[in-house]
């Protein structure tokens, strides 16, 4: 298995709360993402990033920001946590994404109350 | 929107049964790639084919593209109760600079023993 940790696994917040989730992965892979994962949506892009200090904006990127000071770290913030944003986050990762595949984490389940 | 589109959403069959879903996409793509996910877990990678590719067999899963229709199919022969799982298509845009993958909302397998 890819070596990439998601951290916390478990969340639970109030609303209006700051909460950053943590991605780290031991391949020194070039390209890094946040999905998130809702019942009867898939998995829908938040943000990726392709390099240091590169990142850039997927489809659901409202409310959520993304760093990236190194390779091995992909940090996810929710600014100000809403109940819309109860969900399971997904990193990724990968070599090169024409020709290689994604490697997933475990997931961080947060729930907003 | 959603650039993969699987089909069913939900398969329910019996051991020893072969399992086909489909996914429909709507852009030109690079390459089309099948994931499965089991209750709780990231998603794995099972398999990757390319645009100039027609048809790719990996033991006793066989994927088929056809990019005039701008569709795949995921054939699982011989299922066995540990297929059971969700099974997504991601595909990566030919214009898309950065390589971002695509997932649709998944199929849904449970094999009955």
């Known amino acids: 298995d890819a070596g990439i940790t998601q951290s916390p696994r478990h969340k639970v917040t109030e609303t209006g709360t700051p909460v950053t989730l943590r991605c780290h992965q031991t391949e020194n892979h070039r390209y890094m993402y946040w999905y998130r994962q809702d019942p009867g949506h898939g998995l829908r892009l938040i943000h990726y990033?392709?390099?240091?200090?590169?990142?850039d904006k997927g489809e659901v990127s409202d409310g959520y920001s993304v760093s990236r000071s190194k390779t091995e770290d992909f940090l996810l913030t929710l600014e100000s946590a809403t109940s819309s944003q109860t969900s399971v986050y997904f990193c990724?990762?990968?070599?090169?994404?024409?020709?290689?595949?994604?490697?997933f984490g475990n997931g961080t389940r947060l729930t907003v109350t | 929107s959603q650039q993969g589109e699987e089909d069913p959403q939900a398969l329910s069959i019996q051991e020893g049964e072969n399992a086909t879903m489909n996914c429909s996409y709507k852009?030109?793509?690079?390459?089309l790639q099948w994931y499965r996910q089991n209750s709780g877990r990231g998603l794995v990678h099972l398999i990757l084919?390319?645009?100039?590719?027609r048809e790719k067999h990996s033991g006793r899963l066989r994927v088929t593209l056809d990019t005039s229709k701008k569709s795949s199919s995921l054939l699982i022969t011989a299922s066995r109760a540990a297929d059971t799982a969700s099974y997504f298509c991601?595909?990566?845009?030919?214009?898309?600079?950065?390589?971002?993958?695509?997932f649709g909302a998944g199929t849904q397998v449970v094999v009955t023993p």
């Open positions: 852009t030109s793509i690079n390459n």
């Open positions: 990033s392709y390099g240091v200090k590169d990142t």
């Open positions: 084919i390319r645009s100039n590719e």
């Open positions: 991601a595909t990566v845009s030919r214009t898309d600079s950065w390589g971002k993958f695509q």
């Open positions: 990724a990762i990968t070599r090169e994404p024409y020709n290689s595949p994604l490697h």
